[in-house]
């Protein structure tokens, strides 16, 4: 089965954002994802949790598109990305990183926020065709609607002290 490969980069501490969000405070935050996915993603209804062992959660997602219930295996690598690995084989990992640069000293306010995808390819879509097309189309839209939701919903959280 081939894939497609995507991934976008969220400053989350942009100028004029209060407040500033902590390592620490994204880090509970992505954990909070992992467990309560449809607080962070507006097209999923519902997450429950199958299973959690050390840094590895199973969970069962259900979209509001009606499609079938996913399970999916969710590892965290604390405190710089999550993993989730999705039945098809589908890979999305939620990585937070730190820019660096001769004039920054990597604080806080240089923290950003990837979601990287790979997406396992129907069985009949081709690359070049319009149904491919509209696959990464369809998954562009979703996943930097959920990476910039998701950023929204951190603040959110820190303002009422849930992370």
Known sequence: MSSTNLSFTTPINPPGAEPILTRPQVWAGLQRKVRHANEFVPMILTCDVVSEEANVVTRVI?????????REVCTEYEPSRVEFILEDGSKVQNIVSVEMSPDNNG?????FLTYAFEWKVPQGVTKGTPQWDEMVANH??????SLLNSVKVLRSMAKDGRI
């Open 62 to 70: 259900t979209f509001e598109n009606g499609k079938s219930p996913i």
């Open 140 to 145: 562009t839209k979703m996943s930097t609607g």
């Open 107 to 111: 604080s806080d306010k240089d923290l």
